[in-house]
């Protein structure tokens, strides 16, 4: 089955600097890849995705890329604030119906 | 549009016993995934539904089972309950179909003691 690793664990940067996280995934079927961010007693928030025939998606100061052939992708987040503080996961899934393997998770924070 | 909504909240259970959880989807999405969270083993995946069908299960023993009802809305249980089910149950639904967003509810916070 798939496996998705996810580093670092935790990250600390400076209010204003940028936040990246990198996951990597083992099964090539996989096609579809969100992020979800976790604020302490919520459950995941879905903030962005990306489907496999798209390198890169940005919202605002998000964005993701995709790398197929090294199968990795990754969460980009500029001029990061304190209420970007949380844990991210990524995930990962293929067209076998709507499940979401994910990782590990990274706790972010941002110190003002 | 309302979220997807998990009841209850909060569960205190003993060992042994059952325990029943239930999710209310997004209007309209057919899709109801469950997955169980816990700081050891992070987010994974028990089990899928769509139109009143489990259409994928994760590596879980017998004793977490699901259904849906016609109208997508979910239910969950777990019999003879263990002391490592207690974690965080989340909810995820989904439009329709394969590969779509999951939106998630805020989980069942299950403690079996």
């Known amino acids: 089955g798939e496996n998705v690793e996810q580093h670092p664990s935790t990250l600390s940067v400076q209010e204003g600097d940028s936040a990246v996280i990198k996951c990597t995934y083992s099964d090539s079927a996989s096609n579809y890849f969100p992020w979800y961010k976790q604020e302490l007693g919520k459950g995941p928030q879905l903030i962005i995705d990306?489907?496999?025939?798209?390198g890169e998606k940005k919202d605002q100061r998000i964005a993701v890329t995709l790398n197929k052939t090294a199968k990795h992708f990754s969460l980009h987040i500029t001029e990061t604030q304190p209420e970007d503080s949380a844990v991210y996961f990524c995930a990962a899934s293929s067209d076998a119906g709507n499940m979401l393997t994910f990782g590990g998770g990274t706790r972010l924070m941002v110190k003002p | 549009k309302a979220g997807v909504t998990q009841t209850p909240r909060y569960l205190i259970k003993t060992r042994g016993q059952q325990v029943t959880l239930s999710c209310s989807p997004i209007s309209g999405h057919r899709s109801v995934s469950w997955y169980q969270q816990t700081p050891g083993q992070g987010l994974q995946f028990l089990f899928e539904?769509?139109?009143?069908?489990?259409?994928n299960k994760g590596n879980f023993p017998g004793r977490f089972s699901g259904r849906q009802f016609s109208n997508s809305r979910s239910e969950m249980n777990v019999s003879t309950l263990e002391l490592g089910d207690s974690a965080l149950y989340l909810c995820a639904s989904s439009l329709a179909g394969q590969g779509n967003r999951a939106f998630f509810g805020q989980g069942t916070r299950l403690t079996v003691v």
């Open positions: 990306i489907r496999s025939n798209v």
């Open positions: 539904y769509f139109s009143e069908t489990q259409r």
